[in-house]
Antibody
Framework: QVQVVQSGAEVKKPGASVKVSCKAS????????FTWVRQAPGQGLEWVAW????????NYAHVVQDRVTVTIDTSTSSAYMELRSLTSDDTAIYYC?????????????WGQGTLVTVSS | EIVLTQSPATLSLSPGQRATLSCRAS??????LAWYQQKPGQTPRLLIY???NRATGIPARFSGSGSGTDFTLTVSSLEPEDFAVYYC?????????FGPGTRLDL
């Protein structure tokens, strides 16, 4: 069984950057990917970014693509999302979700979420 | 960019009733659609993938159907724990967006 664990809550000032990490345990090959999804307070789910463990290919949502970078360390099955030039609109819970063959790459294993608060 | 719309926004039903939730894509996504359930204060949970396949551990009362642009999630007989928000998501072309959600209320 795969488990995904994320780093802890962050409080940042407007204009700062934040880096959130997640680590998966239980994948037995590199045929998996991480997706970052965020949820602003009281709002729905917003797809943010994706990275493949197989070849480190990435894809980003248009709304953040100029400010976000996702990376992966396959030796530790860990992924990282850095979001720059933060504004109050970036305040949200950021989820990291793992996907692989068993769910045909839909989001089967979710981390616990990381609350990022942007406030002056 | 593909846009998903969900209807209704809110569905008020009682335990034992049948729930039918809809998701429509702005262009064809074949069967590359999933459904997730999110309860208050909890992480989303994958229910259905590729339109009609139940994820591991999901009860048989949950079923999905559809292809192309129109999809349905059906809960055959609602249990008290099924009252939650349901999201659809596609993975047909980047970005793999979510729908706005349907709130299933008691």
């Amino acid at each position: 069984q795969v488990q995904v664990v994320q780093s802890g809550a962050e409080v940042k000032k407007p204009g700062a950057s934040v880096k959130v990490s997640c680590k998966a345990s239980g994948y037995t090959s590199d045929n998996y990917a991480f997706t970052w999804v965020r949820q602003a307070p009281g709002q729905g789910l917003e797809w943010v970014a994706w990275i493949s463990a197989y070849n480190a290919d990435t894809n980003y949502a248009h709304v953040v693509q100029d400010r976000v970078t996702v990376t992966i360390d396959t030796s530790t099955s860990s992924a990282y999302m850095e979001l720059r030039s933060l504004t109050s609109d970036d305040t949200a819970i950021y989820y990291c979700a793992g996907s692989g063959d068993s769910s045909l790459y839909f989001l089967e294993y979710w981390g616990q979420g990381t609350l990022v608060t942007v406030s002056s | 960019e593909i846009v998903l719309t969900q209807s209704p926004a809110t569905l008020s039903l009682s335990p034992g009733q049948r729930a039918t939730l809809s998701c429509r894509a702005s262009q064809t996504i074949r069967n590359y659609l999933a459904w997730y359930q999110q309860k208050p204060g909890q992480t989303p949970r994958l229910l259905i993938y590729t339109a009609s396949n139940r994820a591991t551990g999901i009860p048989a009362r949950f079923s999905g159907s559809g292809s192309g642009t129109d999809f349905t999630l059906t809960v055959s007989s609602l249990e008290p724990e099924d009252f939650a928000v349901y999201y659809c998501q596609h993975r047909s072309s980047w970005p793999f967006s979510f729908g706005p959600g349907t709130r299933l209320d008691l």
